[in-house]
């Protein structure tokens, strides 16, 4: 079964920087583009960023463009994404997915950016 499993949330200053982790099981990861997702209470899931399968390219969101970086490591079945110089604004839970629409997706990692 496909299972995904985000870790590395917490609180941190504005300011600050996280790496998010999210490790996939039951698929390999170099067969599909993969992307994260965040949501706040009572908003929808907003698209933060995709990674191709195989090649470097990868795509954010203007929101999060030039602060946030995605990245693999394959022999991990792993993707992460670095957030750097974080706002009170990205404070939402983020979620990776297998899918576009991020039905396919794991339990999420809560990250809170408060001073």
């Known amino acids: 079964a496909v299972q995904l499993y985000e870790s590395g949330g917490g609180l941190v200053q504005p300011g600050g920087s996280l790496r998010l982790s999210c490790v996939a099981s039951?698929?390999?990861?170099?067969?599909?583009?993969l992307y994260w997702f965040r949501q706040t209470p009572g908003k929808g899931l907003e698209w933060v960023s995709t990674?191709?399968?195989?090649?470097?390219?990868?795509d954010y969101a203007d929101s999060v463009k030039h602060r946030f970086t995605v990245s693999r490591d394959n022999a991990k079945n792993t993707i992460y994404l670095q957030l750097d110089s974080l706002t009170t604004d990205d404070t939402a839970m983020y979620y990776c997915a297998q899918d576009s629409e991020g039905t396919i997706r794991g339990q999420g990692t809560q990250v809170t950016v408060s001073s």
């Open positions: 990674i191709d399968a195989v090649g470097p390219w990868s």
């Open positions: 039951g698929f390999d990861i170099t067969k599909y583009v």
